[in-house]
């Protein structure tokens, strides 16, 4: 059979061109996105080499995009034979993720959480010191429809985030520590508080730390303020109190927090505010 490549390659460009059999291609999750079953599926069921796109792949032949098509093609027949883009330089994990990444990036948009994940593995600092925080107390991140129920999941990315790039990294650290630690004294994990991280509530106790940099929370006392309603309840009075226009609904929560927290605080001792109020 004809291989059908003609011209000449850009001398600046540094790929390598080869038809590699589908079956010795390796996909590792770690770099791409998730594999979704239901596009897995999807290019199974109706194959067309008009809509294969040429993979891009490390030297080892792990696929650093174009893992749905791949997958689907071994399901079909890993003895097929595909065309693909060795990335010679593509050598270390954080390099195939970081190549992964601005490919993604350049096409549709990636999800909050799948772009956190990237940066995880490529080592970003803050999302790495962010991992590690929630790790030691025996939690992750993840997407809503794996974190929806679940009393050790968060799932507000961007609101964990915010605080992960606020200030220097020690300084976001121990805001992120605080915010945990005080959730957790707060509301212990059982069932019914699945709602603890959610990420309106979230962004509400992390605007009390982040708002007022070297104020010392007494952290007994916003406990005190914030068992006062059950999660659900914080979320449905976020609910039922905002209007199109007004503040956010984290908003509503946080000045409810600290006006509950100024009001009972120590005479003299400092109050709190949301910040710009």
């Known amino acids: ?3 059908r490549i003609s011209g000449t390659q850009d001398a600046d460009d540094p790929r390598e061109f080869q038809f ?6 390796t996909i590792n999750q770690t770099v791409q996105r998730a594999l979704r ?5 999807a290019i199974y069921d109706d194959f067309n080499w008009n809509l294969v796109e040429v993979p891009t792949v490390a030297p080892d032949m792990t696929v650093i995009e174009g893992q749905q098509r791949v997958s689907a093609m071994q399901r079909l027949d890993p003895d097929r034979v595909i065309l693909v883009a060795i990335i010679p330089s593509a050598t270390t994990l954080a390099s195939q993720v970081g190549i992964a990444r601005g490919i993604t990036k350049g096409r549709t948009p990636t999800k909050g959480y799948q772009d956190w994940r990237m940066r995880v593995a490529i080592g970003y600092e803050r999302e790495v010191m962010t991992r590690d925080v929630l790790e030691s107390r025996h ?3 993840n997407e809503y429809d794996v974190a929806r129920g679940s009393t050790m999941v968060l799932h507000g990315v961007a609101e964990i985030d915010a605080v992960a790039h606020w ?16 959730v957790i004294a ?10 603890r991280w959610d990420p309106r509530l979230f962004k509400a106790v992390s605007k009390v730390f982040t708002s007022n940099p070297g104020a010392t929370v007494d952290m007994d006392a916003l406990s005190t303020v914030l068992i006062r309603r059950t999660p659900e309840e914080w979320v449905t009075f976020s609910n039922e109190t905002y209007a199109p226009g007004g503040p956010t609904k984290a908003r509503l929560i946080g000045d409810e927090l600290l006006d509950g927290y100024n009001a009972c605080s120590a005479p003299g001792s400092t109050h709190l505010y949301w910040e710009g109020r």
């Open 186 to 195: 707060t509301w212990p994990e059982t069932y019914q508080q699945y709602r």
């Open 1 to 3: 059979m004809a291989t």
């Open 37 to 41: 079953s239901n596009q897995v599926k």
């Open 167 to 182: 200030r220097s990294l020690g300084e976001a650290r121990i805001a992120i520590e605080n915010i945990l630690d005080l």
């Open 139 to 141: 939690l992750s991140l």
């Open 20 to 25: 590699i059999r589908v079956g010795n291609l």
